[in-house]
């Protein structure tokens, strides 16, 4: 029974510890988690972990483990504070994914996102098409900060007291230079019509097409490769 006391008083003070952690590093540690971030706490919860259940540790070892890190992680935001060329080392720094309604794909291919991957944070900012953004940012936690063409803006078609128009879910039938046979049956479509849907906007072959997305009753949205080839963006 002691063993288990022990056990119960170490995990209760780690607990607490990592509670009065949290407050003190602030609120950002938890809402704008990096990668390091993630991978501090992970070895933070591996070092705590191993001294609750190493009999030879006890409170001492764990509040030795968390002071320092708690030491560590304070001293690295002070640094990122006093010396801002220390934030994209330390901290990250976003990226823009797509620039001008074009998708830059040497930058997506460097963030290890694929098209799946971008319409999903798309969709949970309750954008459905590609064609609807000017400008996405993959911000350093992950997340994607997006600004919308000025057609899709806000006021909306109720705004306007205008009737409703019949809404069709946009599919993706070229990605990354292959056709997605299976969007193409699903929607009764040929690749004969793919083939003269592309050459009607100039385009000769399907590897020439980063992105293509059909939604009925609209012309077929293409974007071909576009990559940023390391220069510095004009945002005027």
């Known amino acids: 029974m002691s063993d288990y006391f022990s056990m119960f008083i170490e995990t209760l003070f780690g607990f607490l510890a990592l509670f009065i ?49 708690g030491v560590l992680m304070y001293v690295s935001e002070i ?21 001008n ?23 949970a900012k309750d954008i459905f098409s590609l064609q609807e953004v000017e400008f996405a940012i993959l911000e350093a936690n992950g997340t994607l900060s997006v600004l919308k063409k000025s057609d899709y803006q806000s006021p909306n078609r109720k705004d306007l007291m205008l009737a409703p128009l019949e809404v069709h879910l946009p599919i993706t039938l070229i990605n990354d230079g292959e056709i997605i046979f299976d969007n193409l049956r699903e929607k009764n479509l040929t690749e004969d019509w793919l083939l003269e849907a592309i050459n009607k906007q100039g385009f000769q072959h399907i590897t020439d097409i980063f992105y293509a997305e059909y939604a009925e009753n609209k012309e077929l949205f293409i974007l071909p490769y576009h990559n940023r080839n390391h220069q510095k963006w004009n945002m005027k």
């Open 21 to 69: 952690l949290t407050k003190i590093l602030g609120k950002t540690q938890i809402n704008q988690i990096t990668p390091f971030d993630f991978i501090s706490a992970l070895l933070l919860g591996e070092l705590v972990g191993n001294a609750l259940f190493d009999p030879e540790s006890g409170i001492p070892e764990i509040c030795f483990v968390l002071i320092v890190y």
């Open 79 to 99: 640094i990122t504070q006093k010396f801002k060329r220390t934030r994209h080392l330390i901290e990250g720094s976003p990226s823009i994914v797509i620039y």
């Open 101 to 123: 309604g074009k998708l830059i794909r040497d930058t997506m291919k460097k963030n290890k996102l694929d098209i799946n991957q971008l319409q999903h944070l798309l969709r």
